[in-house]
């Protein structure tokens, strides 16, 4: 003997599932990464919309309803005006919620989901995939916009957390997740 010890089973049983998970994770880092390196070539969600369509302000307003916070912007058009995907990506679920009416909510790049709510219909299936300006439904008013003027609401939710964005404001940690979608769309913040 070289006093070397021997592998004994139990080692080597243990050897597989450590390559298994170290595989994962390099597998998920790889995903990760290559959704945050997708370019977004954001455009505005309602057709023939621009910023002059929502309030630049309202994005983090409060108070607001039920929610407490505004945590997106409202942008307003004819009802029926086409509203289309402000990105790349792949919808994760059509239907209709209680505050958002009929909704759509997109998978984009940057591990991002985009929001569109209040729709007055909305034709895109899941797991449609979409590129900018893709139609996904009309602007109407329903779930809580009932009785108000036709607009679409539209978040932007990141998945992976920002922490440096969190603040002390009213619900300001959610900030590192919530982006502006005002700055998403028109990141130069000039009006059209």
């Known amino acids: 003997m070289t006093g070397i010890p021997s592998e ?17 994770l390099i597998a998920l880092s790889v995903v990760i990464l290559l959704g945050l390196g997708i370019p977004e070539h954001a455009v505005v969600p309602v057709r023939n919309a621009g910023p002059r369509d929502w309030n630049a302000q ?10 407490g916070v505004h945590k997106g912007i409202d942008i307003f058009a004819p009802k029926g005006r086409d ?4 990105t790349y990506g792949i919808v994760l679920f059509r239907g209709q919620l209680a505050l958002g009416g009929n909704v ?3 998978l984009g790049p940057r591990w991002r989901l985009h929001y569109y709510a209040h729709l007055d219909t909305a034709e895109a299936g899941a797991f449609s995939l979409l590129a900018p300006g893709t139609t996904l439904g009309t602007v109407g008013d329903s779930g ?7 607009h679409l609401h539209y978040t932007v939710l990141s998945l992976l957390p920002l922490p440096w964005r969190a603040t002390t404001q009213t619900q300001g940690w959610k900030r590192m997740f919530f982006l502006d979608p005002g700055r998403i769309v028109n990141p130069r913040g000039a009006q059209r």
């Open 104 to 106: 759509i909510v997109v």
């Open 58 to 67: 309202s994005f983090w307003y409060a108070p607001w309803g039920v929610s």
């Open 144 to 150: 809580n916009a009932a009785g108000k003027p036709p």
């Open 83 to 86: 509203v289309v995907s402000a």
């Open 8 to 24: 004994t089973p139990e080692r080597q049983q243990a050897a597989p599932p450590r390559r298994r998970r170290r595989r994962a």
